[in-house]
Structure formats: C-alpha cells, structure tokens
C-alpha cells in the first residue's frame, strides 16, 4: 500500500471502511513517517481536538498565527490581589448538561479536577436605577422570591424558564427568537423588557439583533443546563482556564508539528494534496486539509478549486457581528448596591444589554480574605471605561440565526470536497467548546473511525 493509496481513501469522502483500512495497514507496521499528513489551520479547540483525536494514525501539522494555542479558548493571567487567576477572555463556562463530550475530554486528558464549580446566579439592571429589574434566588439567597417589587419578573422567569427546559431538548433550531418569545404566557412589559434585553447580553449583540437569533441556541445554555426545581444553575470554570486545557492537550499529542506566531499566507492545490506556507516561511506538504478557523478566515484561503466553488459561496454566508470584551478588577458596570451583585450581572442601555461577570461569585472565598473584585464585562457599547482594565479584546462573535443555522448545515453536505475539511463552533448550532470539539470527532470519524482517542470519547 502505497502514500497514494492512502490519500486517495482520505479524499473519499463518505468512504469511512476504505479509510480505516488504508491507515490501520499502515498504523500496524509502518513508522509515523508514512502515517498519512493532515494540516490544521486554526489552534484552537477544534484544531487542537483534531490533531489529538488523529494522534497515533496521522502526522498532523497545525498553523496558529498567535504565538499561544487556544483561539476563542484564550486565558490570560490576572493578579488580583494576592493572587493570580487565569481569566477567560472568550469562551468560560461548561456544564455535564450543555457540554458532556468536553467533559469526558478533560477525564481523559486527567483534567477532572482542575475544574471549580459555582451557583449562576442573575442581576438584570437598567441604567441607574436605584432597584434592579431582577434578582435571581439561589440556594445560598432566597430573600429575592420574598421580595414583592421582584415578584412579577421572577414568575415572568421561572415560565420562561421552563419552557427553555422544554425547548432546548427538542426545538426547532430555526424558529426566531422574537417568534418563540411571543408564544409565551409572559406579559409584554417582562418578555421584552426583561427576558429578551438578558438574552441579547449572553451573546452580546444588541436587543433589536437578538429578535433574530435561533430560538433554541439562545436559550440553550440556561434551559440545558437548569436543575428541576428551576434554582440552582451551576457551571463549571477551568482552573487552568479553558486555553490552558487547549495547551494540555496539545501536549497530549506524539505526532504534531505546531507552526506558531506567523498567519497562513497561502494554500496550494499539489499533485499529492496541499502546500501550505506562513509568512515565516514555513512549508507544509499535506494530503489533507482542515481550516479549523472561523469562516471569514477560511474564505481567503481556500485553494482555488473548481469542485470547492460552493464551498467559498457558503463560507461567505455565516453572519459576524463586532463586539468587545474587556477584563477588569473594578465594579464599574455592577449594581450599585453590592446586596444585588450576581454571578452575571446584565445592564440595560437603550438598545444594548450588556453582561459582567463576577469572578467573587464563581472561586470559593478564603478564609479571612473577601471575594475576588476580578469582573469580565461585554463592553461594545458601554459609555464609561474600567478605571482599573486588565485586558482588552475586539472580536467578531457569530451571530447564530437561522440562516446562520441552515450555512452550517449546508457545509455539512460539503464537507471532504477534494479533501478538505472544517472545524469550529460554527459548523453546529451552538456557538460553544463542545460543538468546537464534537466538530474536530466529525473529521475524525469520517477520516478514521476507529482513532483510539476519538473512541476514548465514544466515537
């Protein structure tokens, strides 16, 4: 069996027998030099999962234009008294019940336990007012369900509530959420005063945008992950922060090859796959190619191909919207009163609801010491800066609607078009780490279904 052989299996896409037989040959007597060669464009976690979940039947050979692994997983430290935590810039949180398969990934990485766990609760404000909108009760803070100005926006939550539980198992992905929001028995003043404006801050567009948004992706991380009795909703925060599980398990790795700190700067079409080149100079010869990156980054680079026409179309159709996060140790953009704080705290400003999140709320307190005064804020549309900044980041969010919904599902039809592949949040319906990571086992199974680390997950 010869290298041809091998990369004509993996160019057949839908052939999944062919492509086990052709690399399990190889993986039984041959060296890692004539494994088959797979580039990844993209470090972050679908990049990463790629090449861990190939790790043993192909050399993989990852491009990252930063100089640390992670992408939308990026962590940064932050000292904070007398202590430094690692701060999530993008993506944070996972639950057993949102993000299962990235759980078992951290089990068997040996990451289990460097996980912390912590109530969710919820302040709504708007502006300056003296008293907020809502206050979440919890299991450590019921005064808000005695509270009578509270009442009618925490009945207005709890059916909403209830129908996200509902919903977010067996929705349909394409309905609005202005849609969905109206069929609720919630009267209009809490539907859109409230509900929708909090919403719109947990993507981070504005509340006009998040009419718009897939119903069931907006409401898919409160509904999926809520206990029965509607209180308590927990998630958990890496204490390496979520980049550092990306670096974990790159190192878990035997046969990558990383090229960091310098951009892809061309793909070429070769007679036995792909050339790769960065700016740095560095490259590639491969059989097969995953752009593991957003689709705005892909677009440029994908090789000039006639088959891969529709392709390009579809890439272009996936909807981005601009946004800023920024990580800071004053309360600038808390309630007033610090008897309202919450573990998410979402302010209403004209058309935009932005959230912070408290980070005293989420680590235990020491002993003798007081919470953490560390916040992540959305800050896109926020009239004052923090006085205290720790980091800032401009970003493009995906902005999931339907018709984003329906671009992922038509580059699924796509996907393996003269050997090439994609990976990311944006292939599936939630922008989140396990879609990132469910997306890098697709490849892989379609590329090796018998990988021993994708049947570790469960294939």
Same mark, same amino acid.
């Given at each position: 069996?010869?290298?041809?052989?091998?990369?004509?299996?993996?160019?057949?896409?839908?052939?999944?027998?062919?492509?086990?037989?052709?690399?399990?040959?190889?993986?039984?007597?041959?060296?890692?030099?004539?494994?088959?060669?797979?580039?990844?464009?993209?470090?972050?976690?679908?990049?990463?999962?790629?090449?861990?979940?190939?790790?043993?039947?192909?050399?993989?050979?990852?491009?990252?234009?930063?100089?640390?692994?992670?992408?939308?997983?990026?962590?940064?430290?932050?000292?904070?008294?007398?202590?430094?935590?690692?701060?999530?810039?993008?993506?944070?949180?996972?639950?057993?019940?949102?993000?299962?398969?990235?759980?078992?990934?951290?089990?068997?990485?040996?990451?289990?336990?460097?996980?912390?766990?912590?109530?969710?609760?919820?302040?709504?404000?708007?502006?300056?007012?003296?008293?907020?909108?809502?206050?979440?009760?919890?299991?450590?803070?019921?005064?808000?369900?005695?509270?009578?100005?509270?009442?009618?926006?925490?009945?207005?939550?709890?059916?909403?509530?209830?129908?996200?539980?509902?919903?977010?198992?067996?929705?349909?992905?394409?309905?609005?959420?202005?849609?969905?929001?109206?069929?609720?028995?919630?009267?209009?003043?809490?539907?859109?005063?409230?509900?929708?404006?909090?919403?719109?801050?947990?993507?981070?567009?504005?509340?006009?945008?998040?009419?718009?948004?897939?119903?069931?992706?907006?409401?898919?991380?409160?509904?999926?992950?809520?206990?029965?009795?509607?209180?308590?909703?927990?998630?958990?925060?890496?204490?390496?922060?979520?980049?550092?599980?990306?670096?974990?398990?790159?190192?878990?790795?035997?046969?990558?090859?990383?090229?960091?700190?310098?951009?892809?700067?061309?793909?070429?079409?070769?007679?036995?796959?792909?050339?790769?080149? @960065?700016?740095?100079?560095?490259?590639?010869?491969?059989?097969?190619?995953?752009?593991? @990156?957003?689709?705005?980054?892909?677009?440029?680079?994908?090789?000039?191909?006639?088959?891969?026409?529709?392709?390009?179309?579809?890439?272009?159709?996936?909807?981005?919207?601009?946004?800023?996060?920024?990580?800071?140790?004053?309360?600038?953009?808390?309630?007033?009163?610090?008897?309202?704080?919450?573990?998410?705290?979402?302010?209403?400003?004209?058309?935009?609801?932005?959230?912070?999140?408290?980070?005293?709320?989420?680590?235990?307190?020491?002993?003798?010491?007081?919470?953490?005064?560390?916040?992540?804020?959305?800050?896109?549309?926020?009239?004052?800066?923090?006085?205290?900044?720790?980091?800032?980041?401009?970003?493009?969010?995906?902005?999931?609607?339907?018709?984003?919904?329906?671009?992922?599902?038509?580059?699924?039809?796509?996907?393996?078009?003269?050997?090439?592949?994609?990976?990311?949040?944006?292939?599936?319906?939630?922008?989140?780490?396990?879609?990132?990571?469910?997306?890098?086992?697709?490849?892989?199974?379609?590329?090796?279904?018998?990988?021993?680390?994708?049947?570790?997950?469960?294939?």
């Amino acid at each position: 069996m010869n290298r041809d052989l091998t990369r004509r299996a993996f160019l057949k896409a839908g052939s999944a027998a062919a492509v086990a037989a052709s690399i399990a040959g190889r993986a039984r007597g041959l060296g890692a030099q004539d494994l088959p060669r797979v580039g990844i464009v993209g470090g972050g976690l679908a990049g990463v999962s790629c090449a861990w979940l190939l790790d043993g039947v192909a050399q993989t050979v990852l491009f990252e234009s930063r100089q640390v692994l992670g992408g939308h997983a990026e962590t940064i430290p932050v000292h904070v008294g007398n202590q430094t935590i690692g701060a999530d810039v993008g993506a944070q949180f996972f639950a057993d019940g949102t993000h299962p398969t990235y759980t078992t990934l951290l089990e068997a990485i040996g990451l289990q336990n460097a996980t912390v766990d912590a109530e969710m609760t919820i302040t709504v404000t708007a502006g300056t007012a003296s008293r907020p909108l809502f206050v979440s009760p919890s299991s450590s803070r019921t005064w808000p369900i005695l509270a009578q100005w509270n009442r009618d926006a925490l009945l207005a939550f709890f059916a909403f509530a209830l129908a996200a539980k509902q919903f977010s198992e067996d929705g349909d992905w394409l309905v609005p959420l202005g849609d969905w929001l109206a069929g609720l028995p919630i009267a209009p003043a809490q539907r859109d005063g409230l509900l929708l404006p909090l919403l719109a801050s947990l993507t981070g567009c504005t509340i006009p945008q998040a009419l718009t948004l897939s119903a069931r992706s907006a409401v898919f991380f409160i509904g999926k992950a809520l206990p029965a009795n509607l209180i308590g909703l927990r998630y958990k925060n890496s204490l390496l922060g979520l980049g550092g599980n990306v670096s974990v398990l790159a190192q878990r790795c035997h046969d990558l090859t990383v090229h960091r700190g310098s951009p892809v700067s061309g793909i070429e079409p070769i007679p036995t796959g792909f050339r790769i080149s @960065n700016a740095a100079g560095a490259v590639e010869d491969v059989d097969v190619l995953v752009f593991a @990156n957003p689709p705005f980054r892909a677009r440029p680079l994908l090789p000039d191909l006639p088959e891969l026409a529709p392709v390009a179309a579809t890439l272009e159709s996936f909807d981005y919207f601009p946004a800023k996060i920024a990580i800071h140790r004053d309360p600038v953009y808390m309630p007033a009163a610090p008897a309202y704080w919450s573990s998410y705290n979402a302010d209403i400003s004209g058309e935009s609801c932005e959230g912070s999140i408290w980070y005293g709320a989420l680590r235990p307190v020491p002993a003798g010491g007081q919470p953490l005064s560390l916040f992540k804020s959305w800050a896109t549309e926020r009239s004052q800066p923090p006085a205290q900044p720790a980091f800032h980041q401009p970003f493009l969010h995906p902005l999931i609607t339907p018709a984003f919904i329906e671009a992922g599902r038509q580059l699924a039809t796509l996907q393996g078009r003269a050997g090439v592949w994609f990976a990311g949040s944006y292939t599936g319906e939630v922008d989140s780490q396990e879609t990132a990571l469910t997306s890098a086992m697709n490849v892989a199974r379609n590329l090796h279904p018998q990988a021993p680390n994708l049947l570790l997950l469960g294939g």
